[in-house]
DNA sequence: AGTCTCCCCTGACGGC
DNA sequence: TGCCGTCAGGGGAGAC
C-alpha cells in the first residue's frame, strides 16, 4: 500500500508474523511480480530457499526482509495495489495472488504477495553495510527516520527550480509521501501544490516538514489510510484514517479551517485537491 | 544534471 | 446491456 504510514503498517505486520522464520520456498504464480529480479522467477524462488527471515525495514514506501547469514534482502514494492497477506495454508487463493513464500516451521500461515495492477514487485539484492538494498541507495531518507536532515531538505529545496509538490512526491528528496499526504500537508501548511520551491523560506520549510510529519504519525496511530479493500495490513484489516483526510478526495465540500469549497484540479495524470481560499496559487504562474 | 512526460496494468464507475 | 472514457494511493526509463 501506497505511501509510509500504510507501508509501516505492513512492515510492523511482517515483524510480528514473519520476522524469524524459515523459508522452506517460494512460488512466483505470476512472472512481472519479480521483473525486477533480473535472474529471473526460478532464481528468485531458489534462492530464497532455507533462510532465516530478520527483522523487516522499510524506507519510504520500500520494505524489506534481510535473509540472516547472508548479505541479501527481498525487497518489496506495494506499487498501486500490492498488499502483503499473512493468511492460514487452507485460505482459498486470492484472485490477484501473484507469489507464495511457505515457511519451515509448523505455524499454519504463509506470506502473499497480492497485486491487481502489478505495479509493485519483489526482488532479491546485496545490501549495503547499513542494511539496506543496494538498489534503493538513491531513495531519500524518510520524514519519521531520526536521520533525516531538514536543513538539507530546505537547502535542495532552494536550489531545485521546481514547485512544492513535485519536490514532495520527489523520492530522492523525501520519500514516502504520496499523492494523499502531500495533499493533506500542503491542506495543513496552507500552501499551494504549485508554488515554487525556491520562494520557501527556512521557517516555512520546517513547517511544512512538521505537518508531513504530523499527518504520516496521525494516520500510523489508526493503522493508515484505505478507501477500500486494496489497501490493508497483512491481516487484511483496514485502517481508518480516510475519515481524518482534510483535503484528498473532498471535492466541492467545504473546507474544514474557512468553509470555502474545496477544488480539484488534474495535476500531472493524477488530481490535487486544496481550498482556493486557504492555499493561494502563487502570484507568478508559469 | 535536473526536470518532465510517458507508460507499465486491472478494475470500477458514470455517461451515452 | 454494453461500450467508452476516466480515474486510481507509484516510480522507472528515456527524452528533452
Excluded at 49 to 55: A, D, E, N
Excluded at 69 to 86: E, F, I, K, Y
Aim: positive net charge; aromatic residues 6%.
Amino acid at each position: 500500500m501506497p505511501e509510509l504510514p500504510e507501508v509501516e503498517v505492513v512492515r510492523r505486520g511482517l515483524e510480528r508474523w514473519v520476522a524469524h522464520r524459515t523459508i522452506a520456498d517460494a512460488e512466483v504464480l505470476h512472472p512481472r511480480a519479480v521483473r525486477r529480479h533480473l535472474a529471473g522467477a526460478e532464481d528468485f524462488a531458489h534462492r530464497l530457499q532455507g533462510h532465516r527471515v530478520g527483522t523487516p525495514g522499510r524506507r519510504g514506501k520500500y520494505l524489506w526482509l534481510p535473509l540472516e547469514d547472508t548479505r541479501l534482502a527481498v525487497l518489496a514494492h506495494l506499487g498501486m495495489s500490492g498488499q502483503l497477506l499473512v493468511q492460514p495454508h487452507e485460505a482459498a487463493d486470492e484472485k490477484h495472488l501473484r507469489l507464495r513464500v511457505r515457511f519451515a516451521d509448523e505455524v499454519d500461515t504463509e506470506l502473499r504477495f497480492v497485486d491487481q495492477r502489478t505495479f509493485g514487485g519483489l526482488s532479491l539484492h546485496d545490501t549495503t553495510p547499513d542494511g539496506l538494498p543496494d538498489v534503493i541507495a538513491h531513495i531519500a531518507r524518510d520524514p519519521l527516520d531520526p536521520l533525516f536532515d531538514d536543513e538539507a531538505f530546505h537547502q535542495a529545496l532552494r536550489r531545485r527550480r521546481t514547485t512544492v509538490k513535485r519536490a514532495l512526491l520527489d523520492q530522492s528528496l523525501i520519500s514516502g509521501v504520496g499523492n494523499i499526504y502531500a495533499d493533506e500537508a500542503l491542506w495543513r501548511a496552507r500552501l499551494h501544490y504549485d508554488r515554487p520551491t525556491g520562494s520557501l523560506t527556512r521557517p516555512r520549510t520546517r513547517e511544512l516538514l512538521g505537518h508531513v510529519r504530523d499527518v504520516m504519525n496521525a494516520a500510523l496511530a489508526v493503522g493508515g489510510t484505505s478507501f477500500d479493500s486494496l489497501y490493508v495490513n497483512v491481516n487484511g484489516e483496514s485502517g481508518y484514517f480516510d475519515r481524518s483526510l482534510d483535503a484528498y478526495g473532498r471535492e466541492g465540500l467545504p473546507c474544514k479551517r474557512c468553509g470555502t469549497p474545496m477544488r480539484r484540479r488534474p495535476w500531472m495524470n493524477r488530481s490535487s485537491y486544496f481550498c482556493p481560499k486557504c492555499q493561494t496559487p502563487p502570484r507568478i504562474s508559469s
